[in-house]
């Protein structure tokens, strides 16, 4: 089934270019079935790119999918034009009372702060509280996932000594897992961030699956079945040429910034990008659609009860 966004969003004609399925309203309106809601938190300064990386591998499942994309009530993006945000996000204030069967929080590009130092950190506390309610499944990415961890768990980051740039294998360390089914033992990441969660934080609470893990780069992804959440600290849903657009921007910054490890042929910038992580993305978040669609009831109204309690310093879930 095809992913149905908004006519007018600028990811719609890149995805049709693309042959990613789009559907209509009237067309989606003829369908016996009740699609997907998931909601998008975009905390990216590049919103429209983020949106049609994530529209892109949402829409390549047979289900069909109603993108919702939230926009934080207590803050405005400074790198979107703010006619796009008034007509295609919602502020997440004026769709609280409605529910979802997924929710995408994806990272910003301020995680060097402490996660209390960011302006906006109280507002995304009551979203996490909101989800546990409203939400069937969250998929946290990068920041967003580190963000999670925090307010549920009091897991903290780390700050690494340089940045962690490039496409970095990653080893699958539970190919039972529903998320992981049809991925190869060994998968490359794309990853860019400062910062790393340790596994030896998460071991008091036994719940939480780490499912791919590099020597190189760390944690990739955590499952938590308790919570229904997704923790992706890096970026299966970038495009072939986001890394090589960070490189080129730090480099015109004047930042210090080495060429993003294996991602260039013979690591020179002048040489087009291969991508070795498409198929990879489309597989995980397939599978995690497929989780919520085995998972959310069919009466929304119903998503969120009899959701289980946590302990942020017991060694287990209740």
Known sequence: ??????????????????????????????????????????????????????????????????????????????????????????????????????????????????????????????????????????????????????????????????????????????STSPLMRGLNDSIPIPVSRHTENHPDDLARFPHLQILALSKDAGMALVHDPVLNHVHMFNHLEYDSTTLGDEYARDVEKGSTIDVPRNYFPDDDPSQPPINTWRANAHILFGNWLNMIYQSTPFDMSKIGEGRPQIAKTDETAA
């Open 1 to 174: 089934m095809p992913i149905k966004i908004p006519s007018e969003l600028p990811a719609r004609k890149i995805l049709e270019k693309e042959g990613v399925p789009i559907i209509k309203d009237n067309e989606a309106a003829r369908q016996d079935i009740r699609p997907l809601k998931i909601a998008i938190l975009n905390l990216m300064p590049e919103k429209i790119k983020t949106e049609t990386q994530l529209a892109r591998v949402l829409g390549a499942t047979p289900l069909q999918v109603e993108l919702t994309l939230l926009a934080l009530t207590t803050h405005k993006s400074k790198t979107t034009d703010e006619q796009h945000l008034l007509d295609f996000y919602h502020p997440w204030a004026e769709v609280k009372d409605q529910k979802f069967d997924g929710l995408i929080i994806t990272g910003a590009p301020i995680e060097k702060l402490d996660f209390e130092d960011v302006n906006y950190w109280d507002e995304l506390c009551q979203i996490f509280d909101w989800s546990r309610t409203n939400v069937e499944a969250c998929f946290n990415l990068c920041w967003g996932a580190q963000a999670a961890l925090h307010h549920f768990y009091d897991i903290p980051k780390y700050q690494l000594s340089e940045k962690a740039f490039g496409v970095f294998l990653h080893s699958v360390t539970d």
